[in-house]
């Protein structure tokens, strides 16, 4: 039961917390990571399996999350999935062998996949062209406030409680929202336009926007992009601990600049998309994000490691931001009543990607400030493939014969 609908701002709140869900899960974990290892005396790789198996089971439920909203509405699957969320982590806070924590955090995954799915569900069924991007764009600045203060939060629980008064801090969050969310979150699909949860008609749904050649370039621009980002973050805790020799609280050095960067980059873009239109933007967004690479590989190069490395991830996060609200947006533009399922299969690629990144590149590659500065270029000059690959693709639907 909801009051009347809120307004633009509430709902902007309200949709930016839905998909904080995701970062609160990931995270605000990252700086107690030696400590569970430690604790629970499981090796580094068996630690960081924590994180992407986080990554790998909320790549999965995104599938579904996507069409169960489609089916029954925004609100019953946003505030189901809170439920086993917050009970998933009061169990994970009395955990004593790292395996019982494996099982939880998948859980823990496969609920919070619910809010990035949902909320972008939920600006779709409310906004269409410009509007989506502004929109998206508002809400990813405020999440970028807390993306730099969750972490933080993190750090500082874990170093005066422990590791386990994380998830029992999580928890409590999520039985805030709950509230929050029963009162005032509005349903947003009517039941006129919901899609029916059948098999085959699912399936169909999947293979619409999975074989839609344009979705999938845009989403792999994308998710390029964001695992970039997610490299540095995931190897944050390495980063400052090991080649700076800081303690977990230091872990702001690698996040403020990324947060610094995307606050920046909303600025630019609420300045210049109306202006240049989504192809001008999106050149200016990789052009920088072509500085921030070629400047983060010189650096991690030629200088040892300092507070000097953290400058080009500034840079990188100012064109990643730019772009982001273009490509998700022109990604979900032609879905219509699929964006649930074209949401899911956006949420699927980009965390199912990052659970890989988080437990197989990450591990091979944080030893050394060179090997990770040259893994994530090799990201961003693939997704910008991709990116040329439909900007050519467009101009020659354009010029073709009819």
């Given at each position: 039961m909801t009051s009347n609908p809120p307004g633009s701002?509430?709902?902007?709140?309200?949709?930016?917390?839905?998909?904080?869900?995701?970062?609160?899960?990931?995270?605000?974990?990252?700086?107690?990571?030696?400590?569970?290892?430690?604790?629970?005396?499981?090796?580094?790789?068996?630690?960081?399996?924590?994180?992407?198996?986080?990554?790998?089971?909320?790549?999965?439920?995104?599938?579904?999350?996507?069409?169960?909203?489609d089916a029954w509405g925004r609100r019953r699957v946003i505030i189901g999935a809170l439920l086993v969320l917050m009970?998933?982590?009061?169990?994970?806070?009395?955990?004593?062998?790292?395996?019982?924590?494996?099982?939880?955090?998948?859980?823990?995954?496969?609920?919070?996949?619910?809010?990035?799915?949902?909320?972008r569900a939920i600006v779709r069924d409310r906004h269409d062209g410009l509007a989506v991007q502004h929109l998206l764009s508002r809400i990813s600045l405020l999440q970028t406030i807390a993306f730099v203060l969750v972490p933080i939060l993190g750090a500082s629980i874990t170093v005066a409680w422990g590791w386990r008064a994380l998830f029992l801090t999580f928890a409590g969050i999520c039985l805030v929202i709950i509230v929050i969310y029963w009162r005032w979150l509005p349903e947003t699909l009517s039941g006129a336009r919901?899609?029916?949860?059948?098999?085959?008609?699912?399936?169909?749904?999947?293979?619409?926007?999975?074989?839609?050649?344009?979705?999938?370039?845009?989403?792999?621009?994308?998710?390029?992009?964001?695992?970039?980002?997610?490299?540095?973050?995931?190897?944050?805790?390495?980063?400052?601990?090991?080649?700076?020799?800081?303690?977990?609280?230091?872990?702001?050095?690698?996040?403020?600049?990324l947060a610094l960067g995307m606050v920046f980059g909303f600025w630019l873009f609420a300045r210049i998309?109306?202006?240049?239109?989504?192809?001008?933007?999106?050149?200016?967004?990789y052009g920088i994000l072509g500085v921030g690479t070629l400047l983060n590989v010189g650096l991690a190069m030629a200088l040892p490691p300092g507070?000097?490395?953290?400058?080009?991830?500034?840079?990188?996060?100012?064109?990643?931001?730019?772009?982001?609200?273009l490509l998700l947006g022109l990604g979900l533009e032609p879905m219509g009543n699929r964006a649930g399922v074209a949401s899911s299969c956006q949420m699927f690629l980009q965390h199912g990607t990052s659970a890989l990144v988080?437990?197989?590149?990450?591990?091979?590659?944080?030893?050394?400030?060179?090997?990770?500065?040259?893994?994530?270029?090799?990201?961003?000059?693939?997704?910008?493939?991709?990116?040329?690959?439909?900007?050519?693709?467009?101009?020659?639907?354009?010029?073709?014969?009819?």
């Amino acid at each position: 039961m909801t009051s009347n609908p809120p307004g633009s701002m509430v709902l902007v709140l309200l949709l930016s917390v839905m998909g904080l869900l995701n970062s609160f899960g990931s995270d605000m974990l990252l700086p107690a990571l030696p400590q569970i290892g430690s604790n629970l005396s499981a090796s580094p790789w068996e630690t960081q399996q924590v994180v992407s198996l986080f990554f790998l089971t909320c790549a999965l439920m995104s599938l579904w999350h996507g069409a169960l909203a489609d089916a029954w509405g925004r609100r019953r699957v946003i505030i189901g999935a809170l439920l086993v969320l917050m009970l998933a982590a009061l169990a994970s806070a009395y955990c004593s062998d790292i395996r019982q924590l494996w099982i939880l955090r998948a859980i823990q995954g496969m609920a919070a996949a619910a809010g990035m799915v949902v909320s972008r569900a939920i600006v779709r069924d409310r906004h269409d062209g410009l509007a989506v991007q502004h929109l998206l764009s508002r809400i990813s600045l405020l999440q970028t406030i807390a993306f730099v203060l969750v972490p933080i939060l993190g750090a500082s629980i874990t170093v005066a409680w422990g590791w386990r008064a994380l998830f029992l801090t999580f928890a409590g969050i999520c039985l805030v929202i709950i509230v929050i969310y029963w009162r005032w979150l509005p349903e947003t699909l009517s039941g006129a336009r919901r899609q029916p949860l059948r098999p085959m008609a699912l399936v169909r749904s999947y293979l619409g926007v999975l074989g839609s050649a344009s979705f999938m370039r845009l989403t792999a621009a994308h998710v390029a992009n964001w695992v970039s980002m997610v490299a540095y973050v995931v190897a944050a805790p390495v980063l400052v601990m090991r080649h700076l020799g800081l303690d977990a609280t230091h872990i702001y050095l690698v996040f403020g600049p990324l947060a610094l960067g995307m606050v920046f980059g909303f600025w630019l873009f609420a300045r210049i998309a109306g202006r240049h239109g989504p192809e001008g933007t999106l050149m200016l967004a990789y052009g920088i994000l072509g500085v921030g690479t070629l400047l983060n590989v010189g650096l991690a190069m030629a200088l040892p490691p300092g507070l000097i490395h953290f400058l080009p991830l500034f840079v990188y996060a100012i064109g990643m931001y730019i772009a982001v609200p273009l490509l998700l947006g022109l990604g979900l533009e032609p879905m219509g009543n699929r964006a649930g399922v074209a949401s899911s299969c956006q949420m699927f690629l980009q965390h199912g990607t990052s659970a890989l990144v988080a437990g197989l590149l990450v591990p091979l590659l944080c030893d050394s400030l060179a090997h990770l500065a040259l893994g994530v270029a090799c990201l961003t000059a693939a997704g910008t493939i991709s990116l040329l690959w439909e900007r050519q693709a467009i101009r020659h639907a354009v010029t073709a014969p009819a």
